[in-house]
């Protein structure tokens, strides 16, 4: 494939990851409204926003054989467009159950195209040899940033109905314009085209022990999606509840936190291609650690806002690691399963700190954010020769 052409799909496949942070950030500043209107308890509120981790999760396994099938571009716009329909779907539920079942439509739809741009990126990735995965991320976390201030922004004078039709036309427009340019570009081969890299691509990802490696990577993207979902739900919570701050300045913490991941990421490949993969991971998965022991643990809310950044900068590049060393290892199959496990890990993460923090303290329950981060750091030195590489 021509330069051009490689550098026209990296557009492509970033304006789609942009795409994704934003719709889903727009979907989530609208829930308290979404609360009010269909009068569902926290309890009844809470079971149905599981209706987008279960659709998701489920969708992703199978989004990996419809890649292998149809290819990972068609996926990925078709995916896109059922996104941006589905995002319009909530504001028109009355009740908690109706609710729920819209939002398994959508998280089907959010965990198919996830899979499937990380697929394709894992092939650009390839062609380029180049570490350029965090890019894509980087730019999914600065589209999240947009889509949530501008919710805020649009909060008092928009109704959920209106906004989130307005996020479904933005969709679609980015769909029919970037999708067009995506369904034109054939995936690129690696670039040192070697057949028989092709021709062993099939058993490897059959054999066992290769299963074994993209459960491991799995784990290690669980680890940071852990910590991700923990700090999003009681973050503002912490320094609130605990630390006694400015609602204001608790509202900064998860913004912190997420400025300084976009920026982790959008400087992830230099440093992978200085650093390396390995080093990267341990580094990083150690920087979370020390950033969220003095963010679970500080005296003051500004002590804490800096270890929420530092953790930020530290898991910023770990899940993109890890989501491409299983794609590389396994194709769209090894994306599906290290996506799905790390997905989980962000599930696992709020009920997990909400049930340690009523044994212990909310501190204290935090301090299992450094710990995973350790984890992650640990699984990715000893696996260095097979798994991280």
Known sequence: MPGT???????????????????????VVRIPAIKEQTGASASALGLALLGVSVGAVITMMLTGRLCRRFGNHPVTVV??????????????????????????????????????????????VAALRRPVMPSFHAAFSLGGMIGAGLGGLVAGTLSPAHHLLGLTVVGLLVTAVVGRILLRLEPPAPADHAQPR???ATPRSRDARTRGLVVVLGLIALCTAYGEGALADWGAL??????????GVAAAGYACFALSMTI??????????????????????ALACAGMLLGALAPSAWAALLGFAVTGLGLANIFPVAVER???????????TASTLGYGGMLLGPPAIGFMADWFSL???LTSVAAL?????????????????
Request: glycine share 14%; proline share 4%.
């Open 238 to 247: 912490h320094l609130e509840q605990d630390l006694h701050a400015h609602p």
């Open 198 to 200: 092709e021709k062993d």
């Open 326 to 336: 299983a794609g590389a290892l396994a194709g769209p199959a090894g994306v599906a």
């Open 79 to 124: 995916c896109g467009v059922l996104l941006s329909l589905g995002v319009a779907l909530p504001p028109l539920t009355h009740s908690a159950l109706t609710l729920g079942a819209v939002l398994l439509v959508f998280g089907a739809a959010y965990g198919g195209i996830n899979v499937a741009f990380n697929s394709a990126a894992v092939d650009l």
């Open 264 to 285: 982790g990421r959008a400087g992830g490949t230099t440093l992978l291609e200085r650093a390396g993969r390995t080093r990267t991971l341990v580094a990083g998965g």
């Open 5 to 27: 052409d490689l550098t026209r799909l990296r557009a492509a496949l970033t304006a789609f990851f942009a795409l994704d942070g934003f719709i889903f950030a727009g979907w």
């Open 373 to 389: 981060s350790a984890v992650a750091a640990v699984i990715g030195f000893a696996t260095r020769r097979s798994a991280v590489g």
């Open 363 to 365: 501190p204290a329950a």
